[in-house]
């Protein structure tokens, strides 16, 4: 080895010169053990070489293609290893980033660095020649050889050295190779018999890389070969795989979008509303039919019970009673036995004043000589002051035989204030307003109770007598009277069925003569309104003249002829043509489309088969 690649790996040449004009670091231990970084280790190989090497030196010579040492954490985690293992670690590396990051972890780094100007290509390594060398020198002088924690075994002759590999990822900055057959570069030793191969230590006429500690390389036949990344080729290759898998994908979902997709139109035709008035006869049981032009469905009478509830405000004025009367009674029981009076007991004095008990009393029984006396609280029933008594103006005797008298205190405290009564009038105005809300209440009611197709005529109901209560009598002092009446309604009513059946040929003759050039009846809108008397006298046997109003619509006529020819002028068309095609059709009013799939749709389909019209009734 000649001085410039001793250089490279930080040693120096057979004399005491410095290489490269570097002077020699004396810090560095003359006796350590080189472990080199391979492109394909990774953090957890170094480390793990690191913390099966006896205490001591170790020198850790990282080529430039290697993805390791590149960040402090990584240098944190060898700082930490180092220590703990006791190992007093040297970086070997010409990147003066990894040198820096050594540095601030107080690891000693060396420069190893190729010469200026190009570098030539390595020649290739020949495979380590079977050597026998002496015994290794203790790693610590007048010390035992500690075993090497990996065996050192030459490299297969088709696997080259660590520092001729290329990172499939990484430019690799190649170091020159020493001369094959340089004796003063490579010292062969081996070991003795019986004892595993080890780490041989950097001893005198040694080199940076005489010492090799690589489990990667295989040690024999047999053995896995060392890892190795992806080549740039090979990644290329299968980034274009992909491409040309989401590229076939893309183009046949554009195929089956193009051919299976689909157009829904659903359009509403331009309508025009209709109206027209029929009238009939309603001919009851027993009736003449009129003949001729004039139309009759036979009727019946039907009769309900209808119940009307009216309110109507009170009207008169009176004196009114706010407080009632109250005083105190004194009682005689002439009867043998005791009575006792619970609290609410009512009675009325001879002058027709009625009051209650507002206590409960126990009158004592009569003695010999004397009925037994008692007295109790008593209260007026009508508020006001016609329950204001002088003594002894209230008198009389209980159903239990016991006599009452205020004969002792006078009845007060009854007060009046003037207010508003239920006058006579004011029942009459709700017997009327209760007459005149009944027909409209029967309506309703031979709604609910008829069976369904019975249509009553409002014309000739008739009201019979009603039966009537009030909630208050004239005189009460209220703010209103209600009055509930129940009246007897009888009603001439047709069936629906003979309506349609009889008089709808004439109600679509007449509703035809409305309908607007370029449309058509809808028969199903036909609706008839709620009959309307227009004639009727109590003796005419031909019964009353009926007239109800008939509403429909007419629609634009649009025949799947016309469908289908739509949809020819609307195959291929774009989105803005196809809007204008359904915009300009005379018969359409409103249009909608959808497209399915609906997020490759450009257009309409060419297919015209695949385009479907629906109309929105």
């Known amino acids: 080895m000649d001085d410039r690649q001793r250089s490279q790996l930080g040693g120096t040449s057979g004399g005491d010169q410095p290489a490269s004009g570097s002077p020699r670091n004396p810090e560095i231990p003359a006796t350590s053990i080189v472990i080199p970084v391979t492109v394909s280790d990774s953090l957890a190989d170094v480390l793990g070489r690191l913390s099966a090497l006896p205490r001591g030196a170790a020198r850790f010579a990282i080529p430039t293609g290697s993805a390791l040492f590149l960040t402090a954490s990584e240098f944190r985690a060898l700082k930490e290893a180092s220590d703990h293992a006791g ?275 126990s009158v004592p029984a009569a003695t010999d000589d004397a009925p037994g006396q008692a007295q109790a609280e008593i209260e007026a029933m009508t508020l006001g002051t016609v329950g204001n008594l002088g003594p002894g103006e209230l008198s009389g005797i209980l159903e239990s035989g016991v006599f009452f008298s205020n004969r002792l205190t006078a009845l007060a405290g009854g007060a009046d204030v003037d207010g508003t009564v239920v006058s006579e009038t004011d029942l009459d105005s709700a017997r009327l307003a209760a007459s005149e809300a009944a027909p409209g209440i029967a309506v309703d009611r031979f709604a609910e109770t008829l069976q369904s197709g019975l249509t009553p005529i409002p014309s000739t109901f008739q009201l019979g007598e009603p039966k009537e209560t009030f909630d208050v009598t004239a005189g009460a002092a209220a703010e209103d009277v209600t009055i509930r009446a129940v009246f007897t309604v009888t009603a001439l009513t047709y069936d629906d069925a003979d309506l349609d059946s009889l008089v709808r040929e004439r109600i679509v003759e007449d509703l035809g003569t409305t309908v607007p050039s370029g449309f058509v009846l809808d028969e199903s809108t036909i609706r008839i309104s709620a009959p309307e008397t227009v004639a009727r006298t109590d003796d005419d046997p031909n019964g009353p003249l009926v007239s109800v109003t008939v509403t429909a619509r007419a629609i634009a006529d649009f025949t799947p002829e016309d469908a289908a020819a739509l949809v020819e002028r609307l195959s291929g068309e774009s989105h803005g043509d196809a809007a204008d095609t359904l915009r300009d059709t005379p018969e359409i009013a409103t249009f909608s489309v959808r497209h399915a799939p609906d997020w490759l749709a450009r257009g309409m389909p060419n297919d015209a088969d695949r385009i479907e019209i629906r109309i929105d009734d």
Do not use: C
Request: charged fraction near 15%.
């Open 87 to 361: 190992i007093d670690t040297t970086i070997e590396t010409e990147d003066p980033l990894r040198r820096q990051l050594a540095a601030m972890f107080g690891l000693r780094a060396v420069q190893v660095g190729a010469p200026p100007g190009p570098r030539p290509m390595p020649p290739t390594v020949a495979p380590f020649p079977p050597a026998t060398l002496p015994p290794p020198t203790p790693l610590i002088p007048g010390g035992s050889t500690p075993a090497a924690p990996y065996p050192l075994t030459p490299p297969p002759k088709d696997v080259t050295t660590p520092s001729t590999r290329r990172s499939p990822l990484r430019r690799q900055h190649r170091q020159p190779e020493p001369a094959v057959g340089d004796s003063s570069s490579t010292t062969s030793w081996t070991p003795p018999q019986g004892a595993t191969p080890s780490a041989r230590p950097l001893g005198e006429g040694s080199s940076a890389h005489d010492t090799l500690l690589n489990p990667s390389t295989p040690a024999g036949p047999g053995k896995a070969p060392e890892r190795r990344g992806l080549t740039r080729r090979t990644v290329a290759i299968i980034l274009a795989s992909i491409l040309a898998v989401v590229l076939l994908v893309a183009a046949g979902l554009v195929v089956a979008a193009m051919t299976l997709a689909t157009a829904d139109v659903v359009i509403e035709l331009r309508q025009q509303p209709l109206t027209t008035e029929t009238t009939f006869r309603v001919v009851a049981e027993g009736g003449v039919d009129p003949g001729g032009d004039e139309i009759a469905i036979p009727g019946r009478y039907v009769t309900l019970d209808v119940n009307v509830e009216q309110t109507v405000p009170a009207t008169g004025t009176a004196n009114v009673g706010i407080t009632p009367a109250s005083g105190v009674v004194q009682l005689a029981n002439p009867e043998a036995a005791a009575v006792d009076i619970p609290a609410g007991t009512t009675a009325t004095g001879d002058g027709g004043v009625e009051f209650r008990f507002i206590t409960d009393v």
